[in-house]
């Protein structure tokens, strides 16, 4: 099965997001190992990383996810800001290296004015740069699913299946599907056949081998909206049974589905607690 888990905060020490975790009920957790709201960011030191890793063996938690920060734009054509993501994309990857995180969840960014050839083209460069940079590295990069607003990549599995041609399906390329983001981009999931739909689509274009974790999130806005609004599992436009569907879909046996609906509400503790009874637990 699944395995069922949500976004966790890291404050006060990544090794505290395995208690937050582990109250929760979770068997995978998605963190920020660094800050979202600059550039910057210091290197994890060697008692960091061995409490960190000291906390995950004794935790009931079996897999991590990292979150690499919203700043980073590596589809972008503007000199500066490509660099600068590159940069601290390479500096995600260390950092998750050094914490044993598997893989790094990343938007695969804007192309804006250059299109998305250019686009597709640059993110495909900072791939092949930073795979080169880290031979002895194990961790994959997630490029994860868009709601398709403005010139964004990756509202459409078509640009993922030409991404993974240029890079000759690189080992270390894998995929988050969000579920809103799908929905909003104007893929169905509603019902029983839709969600079977999404699935064959997802195989021809990426496999199903390389969807490496999940982001369960209802929307807020229609399909095809293009709107990246989340929202609690079944109080949005996409429903329960979806989620049902992948809670006991074998094809994503041991994945992590990463919750990322709102705190406030129901909370984590409602929406994880649809996800197991949906399981049978």
């Not at 995600?92 to 893989?103: K, S, T, W």
Request: proline residues 3%.
């Amino acid at each position: 099965m699944p395995l069922i888990g949500a976004h966790v905060s890291a404050a006060g020490g990544l090794d505290k997001a395995f208690e937050r975790a582990e109250a929760l009920g979770c068997e995978s957790m998605q963190i920020f190992t660094r800050s979202q709201l600059q550039w910057q960011a210091r290197p994890v030191t060697l008692p960091e990383a061995e409490n960190f890793y000291r906390a995950w063996q004794r935790s009931t938690v079996k897999s991590v996810v990292s979150h690499a920060s919203y700043l980073i734009n590596i589809a972008s054509s503007d000199e500066v800001i490509l660099a600068k993501s590159r940069k601290a994309l390479r500096e995600e990857a260390e950092r998750c290296h050094q914490l044993n995180i598997g893989d790094i969840v990343l938007h695969p960014g804007f192309s804006k004015e250059a299109g998305e050839d250019e686009g597709i083209e640059n993110i495909v460069d900072s791939l092949r740069r930073l795979f080169d940079d880290t031979p002895d590295h194990r961790g994959r990069i997630l490029l994860e699913t868009m709601a398709g607003q403005g010139s964004v990549i990756g509202g459409d599995f078509a640009q993922f299946s030409r991404i993974l041609d240029m890079m000759d399906w690189h080992p270390r390329v894998g995929f988050c599907v969000d579920t809103c983001h799908v929905f909003a981009a104007g893929y169905d999931l509603r019902s029983a056949e839709s969600y079977e739909r999404l699935i064959s689509i997802i195989d021809r274009h990426v496999t199903l081998e390389r969807v490496h974790c999940w982001h369960l999130n209802d929307s807020k806005a229609a399909k095809g909206s293009h709107l990246d609004r989340h929202a609690h599992l079944g109080e949005g436009e996409i429903g329960l049974q979806p989620f049902a569907l992948l809670m006991n879909d074998e094809r994503f046996e041991d994945v992590p589905t990463i919750l990322e609906t709102p705190k406030e509400g129901i909370g984590d503790e409602g929406n994880l607690s649809f996800l197991r009874k949906v399981r049978g637990q």
